[in-house]
């Protein structure tokens, strides 16, 4: 019998990640499938329930909504900066900086360029969409034994 997708399982795939208009954001379907242990943190929790109870060979699409894929957009991550951190020459629209916060670095978005401030979407770029989600289950294996 296949052992099916639990936590704990090691999971070896393929997977695209697409918006609602279709434009894929990750995919490794050209490429070497992704092996993961389930619960490990490398796939968002939303992500995960989608997969369980799947085993070998199983292909399925799912739609996760904002909540449970990347967050929905928050209004109070989006910060003006003054323009003196930046040098000139670096501000443009879509430029994404690391900056330093308490817990290590947390990428920005510029989104508006002003006089004197530099608004700046701290958002996870995916914020707000609806992610669909394809995958095809390549092998499902219980966690290893060191």
Same mark, same amino acid.
């Given at each position: 019998?296949?052992?099916?997708?639990?936590s704990g @399982?090691?999971?070896?795939?393929?997977?695209?990640?697409?918006?609602?208009?279709?434009?894929?954001?990750?995919?490794?379907?050209?490429?070497?499938?992704?092996?993961?242990?389930?619960?490990?943190?490398?796939?968002?929790?939303?992500?995960?329930?989608?997969?369980?109870?799947?085993?070998? =060979?199983?292909?399925?699409?799912?739609?996760?909504?904002?909540?449970?894929a990347?967050? $929905?957009?928050?209004? $109070?991550?989006? $910060?003006?900066?003054?323009?003196?951190?930046?040098?000139?020459?670096?501000?443009?629209?879509? @430029?994404?900086?690391?900056?330093?916060?308490?817990?290590?670095?947390?990428?920005?978005?510029?989104?508006?360029? =002003?006089?004197?401030?530099?608004?700046?979407d701290?958002?996870?770029?995916?914020?707000g $969409?609806?992610?669909?989600?394809?995958?095809?289950?390549?092998?499902?294996?219980?966690?290893?034994?060191?």
């Open positions: 019998m296949a052992l099916l997708i639990d @399982t090691r999971v070896t795939m393929h997977f695209s990640l697409a918006l609602d208009n279709g434009h894929v954001v990750d995919s490794n379907f050209d490429g070497a499938p992704a092996t993961f242990m389930v619960g490990d943190g490398n796939l968002l929790p939303g992500f995960e329930t989608q997969l369980m109870g799947l085993s070998d =060979g199983d292909e399925r699409e799912f739609l996760i909504p904002p909540e449970s990347f967050g $929905q957009h928050n209004p $109070q991550n989006v $910060q003006d900066v003054d323009r003196s951190n930046f040098s000139a020459d670096e501000v443009e629209l879509g @430029t994404v900086f690391s900056f330093q916060n308490g817990e290590g670095e947390l990428p920005g978005v510029v989104i508006e360029v =002003g006089k004197k401030d530099v608004r700046v701290f958002n996870h770029p995916l914020a $969409q609806t992610i669909s989600f394809k995958v095809k289950i390549m092998t499902v294996a219980p966690q290893s034994v060191h």
